[in-house]
């Protein structure tokens, strides 16, 4: 089984900066995709960036610019630092891990708890 732990959500101002972590800990043998979705009131759920492997990386044309990706693979963790953050930004955040465990033979889609950002002043 695999847990995802995320960090980093806060109130912010608009034009601050934030940076989320998701660390993944259990039976892993091997992590491939890992990234950031959110969901902001009554809206749907949106890719907001993601990071391979290797270390392609694909963000939401809204964050371009302002969001970056990162990945520790020794740790297990993929991060999301936001800059210039918006009030549009305000959601909450969830990462996810495209995970391979010891007690499956294939990937598994696992999915954090959810951490909340809020731009405001």
């Known amino acids: 089984q695999v847990q995802l732990v995320e960090s980093g959500g806060d109130l912010v101002q608009p034009g601050g900066s934030l940076r989320l972590s998701c660390a993944a800990s259990g039976s892993i043998v091997s992590i491939d995709s890992m990234g950031w979705y959110r969901q902001a009131p009554e809206k749907e759920r949106e890719l907001v960036a993601a990071i391979t492997s290797g270390g392609s990386t694909n963000y939401a044309d809204s964050v371009k610019g302002r969001f970056t990706t990162s990945r520790d693979n020794a740790k297990n963790t993929v991060y999301l630092q936001m800059n210039s953050l918006k009030p549009d930004d305000t959601a909450v955040y969830y990462c996810?891990?495209?995970?391979?465990?010891?007690?499956?033979?294939?990937?598994?889609?696992?999915w954090g708890q959810g951490t909340l950002v809020t731009v405001s002043s």
């Open positions: 996810y891990v495209e995970v391979l465990t010891s007690r499956a033979d294939r990937y598994l889609e696992v």
